[in-house]
């Protein structure tokens, strides 16, 4: 079973319209948790880290739940440029970053 | 605000050459890390640094070495190059539970 798993999409969504995405986590020692943008054949690059209590960042809201040991990205108001594909990441203690395979979204006009 | 340098950007190599990617930071980060990424696979990682002479194997080790011999630079050595090893492979260094911040990727094809 992958340690970080994510629904692939893609998900094609309108401008304006809200979208969330899940992730779940297999390892129950995982302490820290964070999504990531990846645009087309560019690196990965920090969109959010996702807090106990979630955080909002303007349009996007990250939640995390430790008991069902999932991870959420919701974003509202979807513009154009928010299409990319998006990384779930987990980390626990002494270990590199662990990534979900991503979800790719697309924001159509 | 160099963060995390690699090079080559692009490379070709024929079946069993070898080369070394080079990865450098300016950050003074402990942890320093190799992935590759191959459609729908997703990031795998290579090889890892915790420190300046300690390197661990990641999922996909094979065909690749390591070195970490000062805590700016962690070069991967890819000893004779396979058709199987064309792909995009991303360096990147962090500390410890916190964010990662990636070089800019070589896209590597091997011929």
């Known amino acids: 079973r992958k340690e970080v798993e994510q629904d692939p999409g893609p998900f094609n969504v309108p401008e304006g319209a809200t979208v969330a995405f899940n992730c779940t986590y297999s390892?129950?020692?995982?302490?820290?948790f964070f999504w990531y943008r990846q645009d087309c054949r560019k690196e990965p690059k920090l969109l959010m880290s996702?807090?106990?209590s979630g955080n909002e960042d303007g349009r996007f809201t990250a939640q995390l739940n430790r008991a069902s040991q999932y991870i959420s990205l919701l974003i509202r108001d979807s513009k154009l440029s928010d299409s990319a594909t998006y990384l779930c990441v987990t980390n626990s203690g002494n270990t590199p970053l662990v990534f979900g395979k991503g979800t790719r979204l697309s924001v159509i006009a | 605000n160099a963060g995390v340098t690699q090079t080559p950007k692009f490379q070709v190599l024929k079946t069993g050459q070898s080369m070394t990617l080079q990865c450098a930071q300016d950050m003074n980060h402990e942890y320093m890390s190799w992935y590759r990424q191959d459609p729908g696979m997703g990031l795998r990682l290579i090889h890892y640094s915790v420190g300046a002479g300690i390197t661990d194997q990641g999922e996909v080790p094979n065909g690749y070495n390591v070195s970490r011999s000062t805590t700016e630079d962690f070069p991967l050595r890819l000893l004779s190059a396979a058709p199987s090893q064309t792909s995009v492979y991303f360096c990147?260094?962090?500390?410890?539970?916190?964010?990662?911040?990636f070089g800019q990727g070589t896209r590597l094809t091997v011929v």
């Open positions: 996702v807090y106990s």
């Open positions: 390892n129950s020692a995982s302490q820290s």
């Open positions: 990147a260094s962090s500390e410890m539970n916190t964010e990662a911040f």
